[in-house]
């Protein structure tokens, strides 16, 4: 499959990019090459640059939900995508992604997810994809004091994938596990994933860290997902396309602001200088650097 | 609290109910006690008729988040109405009770379920309440044919609250997991509630029937609730009041059926002659005895 000549006025479109004339791309998609958006990405696309178009313009909750259906295949499974979708959205953006996996894949998100983990991973990930926090910013100090106590308890035990860490983590509100974190730094001297560095080579450790970055400091786990796949020895498209994409309309403003302090170059020129043609044009487009 | 002479007025009202004449009750009751129902509920009414009309009054959602919350509260702790609530609700009404908690607690539904829990009932509650199963009809035979061996072998091996079988019995759409059953029935020639009776003292063993119970066949589940309730010594007005008012408007009429057959008398009878006065009145209008 090509997109013909039609490249150039597809990142036009996208630059100044709204919701409508998503609708547009979509529309215009579907007349020239005879499918849906979403039956197109189901069947692998052939380039980069046409993953890019067709994930962003796809509706969020469809788009986490093709992701998330994506991780649950054999040979694109990833705990990390799955980790990533729960624990960055709002709850009710969690909530429309599994209601649009109902309607796309006849399945709920947790049967698939639970289906095709296991062991600590399961339990990890199958409640953070059925949460459904609270959104509020109550915070409760007696609690965030016996819950840090708790958390310090299990880490220092080596018990990382005890129920009671994974409860803390899987149900408590953004807000409530932010003010539970701040305590454990407080009395105990370390930031939490600090203590949580024990073993840097234990995999299910590192997604813990990365989850409770993704519920605390989101902008810092993308600002790294970047980093890793633009430094990357070819760099990794994959991630790449999936960080923009899903966050050009949410929070990549913060996101660039970390990255170039994090590596003093912007993410304009680090994207630049890793990736070409229509493809470069296209996440450039999606970061926002046509708009200075 | 006393509601004065406004008791058959009440009841009045409630046999020809609808969501207009409900309203007109909460308004009628915030203008007669000048304050709300809900709130009268947790200051814990002082008679079982007034408990049957708050119940009945408050919107299905809210009425089950106060419901659930009840039940994760200490004196008032209670598996089995947190398991009803979670296995017989639809997935969007479910979703709508966890969202009518987050507005009426300022907490989330599954982080009181889970801080109030422990062990095995922790692990098979938390997924309960959290679930947001496919509601299609669909069913996969190929998978039912694997996952009713998974439970036959876990239940042979006396491990009723392995992580297999959990999932199971959580995640699938009650569809799906009907046909699993119907398949263990054939396969092995016992219904799974039959080799889950093994020891008839263990009270996870009991929730957990009474989960597949409520999965599968619900209107057996709220016959057996009332049957126990009414032959109780001293009736359970808490779990006859439940019932009734939660049923009322769904499925009481093939409620009504089913206590019919296994007991051999009427449901208006039943409760006839283990209640008295305007509990009675109140009960008899909502599950319908007057509409003959």
């Known amino acids: 499959m090509g997109w013909g000549t039609n490249e150039q006025l597809i990142i036009d479109i996208l630059a100044h990019r709204n919701a409508a004339q998503r609708n547009l791309i979509r529309k215009t998609y579907r007349e020239a090459y005879g499918e849906d958006l979403l039956k197109s990405l189901d069947e692998e696309l052939s380039s980069d640059f046409e993953r890019a178009v067709v994930l962003f313009t796809l509706d969020p909750a469809e788009r986490d939900a093709f992701l998330a259906h994506e991780a649950t295949k054999r040979f694109t499974s990833s705990h990390w995508v799955l980790m990533e979708i729960a624990c960055t959205r709002s709850s009710h953006e969690l909530f429309n992604v599994r209601k649009a996996y109902h309607d796309l894949y006849k399945k709920s998100l947790e049967e698939d997810v639970a289906h095709h983990t296991k062991g600590d991973y399961r339990k990890l990930l199958v409640p953070l994809v059925s949460a459904f926090r609270y959104q509020g910013e109550e915070v409760n100090m007696t609690l965030a004091r016996s819950e840090a106590k708790i958390l310090r308890e299990k880490i220092s035990d080596k018990q990382y994938s005890d129920e009671e860490v994974i409860r803390i983590v899987t149900t408590r509100s953004k807000a409530q596990l932010n003010a539970t974190l701040n ?22 450790l590192k997604l813990l860290r990365a989850a409770i970055k993704c519920l ?44 170039q302090r994090r590596n003093s170059v912007t993410l304009e020129k680090a994207i630049a ?20």
Chains 1, 2 share one sequence.
Not at 186 to 201: H, Q, S
Not at 244 to 252: C, G, L, Q, S, Y
Not at 273 to 292: C, F, N, P, R
């Open 183 to 204: 305590h454990y730094n407080t009395a105990f001297g370390n930031a939490i994933n600090k203590d949580l560095k024990a073993d840097p080579e234990d995999e299910f």
């Open 216 to 259: 605390t400091v989101p902008e810092k786990y993308f600002e790294k997902v970047l980093r890793q796949a633009i430094n990357k020895l070819g760099t990794d498209e994959w991630a790449l396309t999936r960080v923009v994409a899903t966050r050009a309309e949410v929070d990549m403003v913060r996101i660039k602001e970390e990255y």
């Open 273 to 292: 200088g890793d990736t070409s043609g229509d493809y470069e044009k296209m996440l450039l487009a999606l970061i926002g650097a046509g708009d200075v």
